[in-house]
């Protein structure tokens, strides 16, 4: 593990190669249980500090790492370092981008940092771990270079995107990318903020983590540099989850749910949530607490797909007219946020309390020698328990899984969206119903906005609440390093060739006057499974919003019907048309004034139409006649 032998496997850029001679040691892990016993420090301790000297200030504790039963638990020693910062990405090129530059935020080049990033590695203890960006199976070359402190950080990686042995690179290994980790440079350079910087070329994308939270560089920074490599190859990874549904009658259909952070696309993966006596809380009314059940016994069997990232790569499509997708990663960053008590979450509540090797958990309370809880969070400055605890799943851990080598055609993409509560006399956005179907020409529009909507759990955004911002494009924009448009262009063309996957949008927490938290996302589900992953048209009703594209007049599920008030909002007493309308308005202009932006030179000719039948109140029939409901029987 300790040698040089190893060194002239790499073929790496020569202000690297000169660090990594200078280092005082140069550590390869063989396995991942020597990576994961390094997160214990050299005296293997039960309970590690990792912390840095700073120049004029001593010693900074960044995170503390317990050896649990289970797997070692990191806690940062700031609520601030517990979750992303959505404003963590600077750009260190000049190749075209959106994003802010790093010369022009900092006011110096970058190269400057880049000299001292290097300067600094090449006087510490060092782990070398190659990996796979996208997965093992169709995934590039990649390398990490982290202190060995910060082991953990390392281990994060590597059960997320897929441990490679040292034994198992080839000669003349060729990085596609490489991640640098540098945590000191968080207090030293950036007043103790989070920043990951790119610096990107046709050969290399290279991600300097200047932080400990794995979040924006070991799982999102993976993220930018696949899409970086498709901006360039012409294919997208997808913001999404994603997973085969087979029906008690044994149809199986391939959902694919895409959407901002905390739009359910980890639910998506969930069982249908139960009340204690069987039956399924549909809803509960905000004004007369009145709650709505359904009784149906048996449910849809799920085979998981993906959870987070997935590969649509161009050379998986074919001539079927849906979209190809395989999980673009290893293992799955999992928020544990809703699972505040046992029995909320059996199947990860069951792999994480006995798992067939150990886990690594963030944000929990662990104590050294016994199990990690996965509903024990941390408990923050503010007394209350940390929003975004996260337990990372090797995904062969996960039950009647999808093997990642095998692409799935999709037959139902969902969009999901956090909704707040509305009513006419506090109306807000919250107006769409339980299942809204849409041309591509409109599910292109919700993902150019990607609203990220109603109090998200896992961005570090105080100023959120319940107002509407967006995420952007395909809700990956936050990752992305390109342009805009560029992105845009990638993604229309991704939908246009794929007609025959079923578009619809899905709500989740509030539906007008009722709370559903994810029920809306797990009963559609169910009612689509059922169907084939089709609807007959006569059942579908043009939205009163027709960004909304159509209602369902009627969902019936095992023999019981889904009450009208809950696919059609304007519908429900306490909201009616007025509100509705209000809502529906509030949502269209917040459309209006982000698609804006897209209305460039580079914007393909069919977006720019899209784009200007929005910007003029244009009706369902007015997209349909650019991009008709291909599979609606």
Not at 8 to 24: E, W
Not at 197 to 213: D, G, I, K
Not at 239 to 248: D, K, T
Request: proline content about 6%.
């Amino acid at each position: 593990m300790f040698t040089d032998s190893y060194f002239d496997r790499f073929v790496l850029p020569a202000d690297l190669t000169k660090a990594l001679k200078k280092s005082r040691v140069l550590c390869y892990p063989e396995t991942k249980a020597q990576l994961e016993e390094m997160c214990f420090g050299p005296t293997h301790s039960s309970r590690y500090d990792v912390s840095y000297s700073l120049p004029g200030k001593g010693i900074c504790k960044e995170a503390e790492v317990v050896r649990c039963k289970n797997g070692p638990v990191v806690n940062f020693m700031e609520d601030y370092m517990r979750r992303r910062d959505p404003d963590c990405m600077r750009i260190g090129d000049d190749l075209p981008t959106d994003k802010p530059r790093f010369r022009e935020v900092y006011g110096y080049e970058f190269s400057d940092l880049r000299r001292e990033t290097m300067d600094w590695l090449a006087s510490q203890k060092l782990i070398l771990l190659p990996f796979r960006a996208g997965g093992r199976y169709y995934g590039y070359d990649s390398l990490m270079v982290c202190p060995m402190n910060a082991a953990f950080f390392a281990l994060s990686l590597a059960n997320m995107q897929g441990f490679v042995s040292i034994f198992d690179i080839k000669e003349k290994y060729s990085p596609r990318a490489i991640i640098y980790v540098a945590p000191p440079f968080r207090h030293t350079h950036f007043a103790g903020r989070q920043v990951v910087v790119h610096q990107r070329s046709e050969t290399l994308h290279e991600v300097f983590s200047y932080n400990l939270y794995p979040g924006p560089s070991a799982k999102k920074g993976v993220f930018s540099i696949l899409l970086d490599i498709g901006e360039s190859e012409g294919w997208i990874t997808n913001h999404a989850s994603a997973a085969i549904l087979e029906s008690p009658y044994e149809n199986e259909v391939v959902f694919m749910h895409e959407g901002a952070s905390g739009g359910g696309k980890s639910e998506m993966l969930e069982e249908l949530h139960k009340e204690e006596d069987g039956k399924i809380l549909l809803g509960t009314h905000t004004v007369s607490g009145e709650k709505y059940y359904l009784s149906f016994g048996e449910t849809c069997k799920i085979h998981p797909i993906a959870d987070d990232m997935i590969l649509a790569h161009k050379d998986m499509q074919n001539d079927s007219g849906r979209l190809i997708i395989a999980d673009a990663e290893d293992g799955w960053f999992l928020r544990m946020d809703g699972d505040i008590c046992y029995g909320n979450s059996p199947t990860y509540e069951r792999i994480s309390i006995h798992p067939p090797e150990p886990l690594e958990f963030f944000n929990m309370d662990g104590t050294p020698g016994a199990t990690c809880l996965i509903w024990e969070h941390v408990i923050e400055s503010n007394g209350k328990p940390c929003s975004n605890p996260r337990v990372i799943i090797p995904r062969d851990m996960i039950e009647n899984i999808i093997p990642g080598d095998q692409p799935q055609e999709v037959n139902v993409r969902s969009f999901g969206v956090r909704m707040p509560p509305s009513t006419v006399m506090a109306p807000n956005y919250g107006v769409m119903g339980m299942v809204q179907f849409v041309p591509v020409s409109i599910a292109w529009l919700w993902r150019l906005v990607s609203p990220r909507g109603f109090k998200n759990p896992s961005i570090a955004d105080s100023s959120a609440g319940s107002g509407l911002k967006s995420e952007g494009v395909g809700s990956y924009w936050p990752f992305s390093t390109g342009k805009k448009v560029t992105q845009a262009n990638l993604l229309l063309h991704q939908m246009l060739d794929t007609p025959n996957t079923l578009n619809i949008l899905i709500p989740n927490q509030y539906i007008g006057a009722y709370h559903v938290g994810f029920m809306g996302e797990w009963l559609t589900r169910e009612y689509l499974a059922r169907k084939g992953g089709t609807v007959k048209l006569k059942h579908l009703v043009p939205s009163r919003c027709p960004l909304f594209g159509y209602s369902l007049d009627e969902m019936k599920i095992d023999g019981q019907y889904v009450r009208q008030t809950f696919l059609r909002p304007e519908l429900q007493s306490k909201l009616g048309f007025e509100g509705y309308d209000a809502g529906s308005k509030i949502l269209t202009d917040f459309f209006k004034k982000q698609i804006q932006e897209f209305m460039t030179e580079e914007l393909d000719p069919i977006g720019r139409h899209i784009i200007e039948l929005c910007l003029n109140d244009a009706t369902l029939e007015d997209y349909l006649a650019v991009t008709p409901l291909k599979n609606i029987k």
